[in-house]
């Protein structure tokens, strides 16, 4: 089967890739062997095992996702320990209000700097648009516990701010470049909402572009790339868009170096919780904690979210039933600092979230894969 670009990966970066190009009018298929990649939405339970919300900042990645309800941020309790919580309506909340506005004013900086830069990913690669803005590039360079440090609120950090990104990460501050960590921080500036996602509606769209397989093996070869599928057959294409997670791509293109991933487990569970914890919506826990966040869902029942397969859940739950579990072995490439290349050699492209955290980078990476295959054919056309 031949096409003259190739899609692999079905995630945020492939179908924003994939829309991309059926919107130019571009010969391409999209291979996959499930639509929504990190996104795994159940439709029947209504329920989020994955990526659990989506920024109002996220302009790209939300038109694949339809947005829910308003995560209430009054409605979310930050724990340090059974006896040490925090509400976001409390005198401990005032009392770090200088720590606050300088969190502020550290946000307000990043996000002046970091919307020119997502419009910049769009048409070059993510290292070209670090190193046209010193501010980008210093903070993708620097860890989050250093940025944290320079900008003197600590003490928010540890208690309300670090909780939050730990539960859209999995890990702690020392692990995530500072411009991960302010990309994920935006969530306590901006509106942020539960989805849905509807793969059927997103098939339909894609029609006959859209090949259900797993691509096993990848070769270059003058003038293309040959694949092959775990269904035995082959493609060939003359471009490639390498969009699967970062362990898989450094599998297909030999990478030297990826960020390493972090471990999610997700409880789906008909539950009563303790009532330290039963009074909120959320609960956001220290990355000392296994259990990560426990989240209401619509029919009352919880998503509980942890590092550990064998969490004891009877660290937050009075009783439980398990509904469903999701276990995410590599969930998202977020420790280090390494960079995967964006274009690799005259035929392939990389996109994901590799060098940034989220659903938003992911999306700018595969439209950057895109504006660049669409650039190519008009270029040979003149």
């Known amino acids: 089967m031949q096409s003259k670009t190739i899609i692999i990966g079905g995630g945020m970066a492939g179908m924003s890739c994939a829309l991309k190009l ?175 996602f509807d793969a059927q509606a997103m098939a339909d769209q894609l029609g006959d572009h859209l090949v259900l397989d797993t691509i096993e093996s990848l070769e270059q070869q003058d003038g293309g790339v040959n694949l092959q599928g775990k269904s035995g057959q082959s493609y060939q294409a ?37 009532p330290i914890y039963n009074k909120y919506e959320m609960n956001l826990f220290p990355n000392t904690s296994e259990i990560i966040l426990t989240a209401r869902q619509f029919d009352g029942t919880y998503l509980i979210y942890a590092r550990e397969s064998a969490v004891d859940l009877y660290k937050v739950c009075t009783r439980f039933t398990t509904l469903a579990t999701m276990a995410w072995d590599k969930a998202m490439y977020v420790q280090g600092s390494a960079y995967v290349e964006q274009k690799i050699g005259e035929n392939i492209y990389v996109a994901g979230d590799h060098n940034g955290l989220g659903l938003e980078p992911a999306a700018l990476s595969g439209i950057y894969a895109a504006n660049q295959i669409i650039n190519q054919t008009a270029s040979r056309k003149n």
């Open 238 to 274: 003359q471009k490639v868009v390498v969009a699967t997670p970062a362990i898989v791509t450094q599998q297909f293109l030999a990478l030297k170096e990826i960020r390493a991933a972090c471990q999610l487990y997700v409880f789906h569970v008909k539950a009563e919780l303790k």
């Open 22 to 196: 059926l919107e130019a009018g571009q010969d391409f298929l999209l291979i996959t062997d499930r639509l929504g990649g990190r996104i795994m939405y159940n439709a029947e339970s209504k329920v989020n095992f994955g990526a659990y919300f989506v920024m109002d900042s996220y302009t790209h990645a939300r038109k694949l996702l339809t947005r829910q309800d308003l995560l209430k941020p009054t409605d979310v309790c930050f724990h340090n320990s059974e006896r040490e919580r925090f509400a976001v309506l409390s005198g401990h909340t005032v009392s770090l209000l200088p720590e606050f506005i300088r969190f502020y004013l550290a946000m307000r900086t990043f996000s002046a700097h970091y919307e020119p830069y997502k419009k910049r990913c769009q048409t070059m690669t993510q290292k070209s648009a670090l190193d046209l803005d010193p501010y980008m590039a210093e903070i993708f360079a620097i860890s989050a516990s250093q940025f944290i440090r320079q900008n003197k609120f600590e003490r928010a950090a540890s208690d309300y701010i670090s909780k939050f990104t730990y539960a859209c990460t999995g890990v702690g501050t020392d692990q995530l470049t500072a411009l991960d960590f302010l990309n994920v921080s935006m969530g306590m500036i901006v509106p942020i909402h539960r989805f849905a």
